[in-house]
């Protein structure tokens, strides 16, 4: 039996599908993926795959501004975690250098994916958007999670791997350290043709 949020989903997916096909070209939305302090405050971000992932997001929000597409800002919090995350530390909030346009909305979510624990999915069929370009915090983690959702509920999605981050990361069980490129070379060869086309952020194709 469906949840509710599911049943929500699934309906907002059918729903961004009809209206990509009486929509003379699609709408996009860049989706600014936990790009927040709470990062920064970690050890590992001195291994950082991609320190200049400030510039590189606030580049391409620019050029979404510029041709008249929607930008949507995704931050990650886990309440009463006590850790970077944690809503009460202070941490939970854009990097320096970015900076929300008025109108532009901001979720808050507590899962890996932005749709199942905020109203992502509910605005983004509001404002009939059915082409996501995303960019953000972990490549691996939040940002391909939310790009294979978005993709089973009918959205075209672009992945933009060199305007997102991520760091090594460890295999719990073994403790084999897996590098960060390995990491981003696995993502792009389990998304690419099945949940999104990967794009350089120097060519990205705003409209499709």
């Known amino acids: 039996m469906l949840t509710r949020s599911f049943r929500f989903l699934a309906s907002a997916s059918l729903v961004a599908i009809s209206q990509s096909s009486i929509l003379d070209t699609m709408r996009t939305a860049i989706i600014v993926m936990d790009v927040q302090e709470s990062f920064r ?16 997001v606030d580049t391409l929000v620019q ?19 006590g850790t970077a995350f944690d809503p009460e530390l202070g941490h939970v909030r854009l990097m320096e250098g970015l900076t929300p346009d008025p109108g532009e ?8 994916n932005a749709f199942t624990s905020t109203e992502l999915a509910r605005y983004l069929t509001q404002e009939h958007i059915t082409h996501l370009v995303i960019v953000g915090i972990q490549t691996e983690q939040c940002c391909e999670t939310t790009a294979r959702l978005a993709a089973d509920m009918g959205y075209d ?28 070379e696995r993502t792009e060869y389990a ?16 409209r499709r």
Do not use: C, Y
Not at 158 to 178: C, H, K, N, S
Not at 198 to 205: F, G
């Open 41 to 56: 405050q970690l050890p590992v971000w001195a291994e950082v795959s991609n320190p200049e992932i400030v510039r590189d």
């Open 63 to 81: 050029q979404a501004r510029a041709e008249g597409h929607a930008v949507v800002w995704v931050m990650h919090a886990a309440p009463g975690s």
């Open 105 to 112: 909305p901001t979720f808050v979510k507590t899962t890996r």
């Open 157 to 184: 999605v672009t992945f933009v791997t060199d305007a997102t981050a991520t760091f090594p990361i460890v295999r719990p069980d073994t403790g084999e350290v897996l590098p960060a490129q390995e990491v981003i």
């Open 191 to 206: 998304l690419a043709g099945r949940f999104a086309h990967i794009e350089s952020k120097d060519a990205v194709s705003w």
